[in-house]
């Protein structure tokens, strides 16, 4: 059977308890007297978080009306809530890491699930023209591997390989109507041609990159900031390996968390999938409870 997203009333009951298992965790949560250490902080954290990754799916898994919940969504709908998706997913990876307290996974996920949330927000108002570009840019790996590939290896076993990648590749470009002459002669590689600061600066959002998108590629590339802190011991002069994880504190864990719910409540309110705010108001309270939390273990680190 086809999957299909379900109508607001279709998971109306969902919605609603989620809200009350976050009224009833709220009402049980630690006094600030009790949360003596980075475990008690977390324990809490990472049950917000669950809550939370409940709501991603929610904004993804509801549609705008029943029609489009039989019939799905169309193109350019559709691009933007597979972004949405993509931010559930890495979310889920996120979290399943900072609950196993592997913070040099998780914070793998962090930096792809900033830039996906911020490309979404660009792509909602973006012009058809700038779908097309979306498409075309995504293309770059196929056309070098369409260079590369010879036509002819003298081997049939390799011919036969090659020939079903270039079918493979063709049949895709295709369907997004891009044809093999204008990927080729192609040389823009981001989106309208904008690099991810500048899609910052045009949403307005550029003092994000510093703090972000350029503190994660650390994490992304194994630089020596991540190499020397995350997968070395040091003695003396001279080095070990590290094989244990570094603990996560509120402080990654609750900011990636509420920054994933503020892209989430862009979508649903961009979407019209909302219309009575339920799971906008549920994100709200996350936000303000993850951000107070937050507040509270800055003060630790203050004393």
Not at 59 to 77: E, L, M, N, R
Not at 239 to 249: A, E, G, I, N
Request: hydrophobic residues 40%; charged residues 25%.
């Amino acid at each position: 059977m086809t999957p299909r997203a379900y109508t607001q009333g279709e998971r109306r009951k969902q919605v609603e308890l989620t809200s009350a298992k976050l009224r009833d965790l709220i009402a049980n949560a630690p006094k600030a007297t009790d949360l003596t250490d980075n475990d008690a902080f977390m324990e809490y954290s990472v049950s917000l978080m669950n809550v939370s990754l409940s709501v991603l799916h929610l904004a993804c898994a509801i549609a705008p009306d029943a029609f489009t919940s039989v019939h799905g969504y169309a193109p350019k709908h559709a691009i933007v809530l597979g972004h949405m998706v993509r931010v559930r997913k890495l979310f889920q990876g996120f979290l399943s890491h900072i609950a196993n307290r592997e913070l040099d996974l998780a914070m793998m996920f962090a930096r792809p699930l900033h830039e996906t949330a911020v490309r979404m927000e660009y792509l909602m108002t973006a012009r058809p023209q700038s779908i097309r570009s979306f498409k075309l840019a995504s293309y770059k790996p196929e056309k070098e591997l369409l260079t590369s590939i010879p036509k002819r290896h003298g081997d049939a076993f390799l011919d036969k390989i090659a020939a079903r990648m270039r079918r493979k590749i063709g049949n895709r470009l295709r369907r997004d109507g891009i044809t093999l002459k204008v990927l080729m002669a192609n040389r823009t590689w981001n989106v309208d041609g904008l690099d991810f600061r500048a899609m910052l600066r045009r949403l307005g959002r550029e003092g994000e990159y510093a703090l972000s998108f350029g503190n994660g590629s650390h994490w992304t590339h194994g630089d020596w900031t991540d190499i020397d802190l995350h997968h070395l011991e040091q003695e003396g002069r001279r080095f070990h390996p590290k094989f244990t994880f570094t603990d996560p504190d509120p402080r990654v864990a609750n900011g990636t968390t509420v920054f994933a719910l503020i892209a989430a409540a862009k979508y649903v309110k961009w979407a019209k999938s909302d219309r009575t705010k339920a799971l906008r108001r549920i994100m709200k309270t996350l936000h303000d409870e993850l951000m107070r939390m937050d507040r509270l273990h800055e003060e630790t680190l203050s004393a």
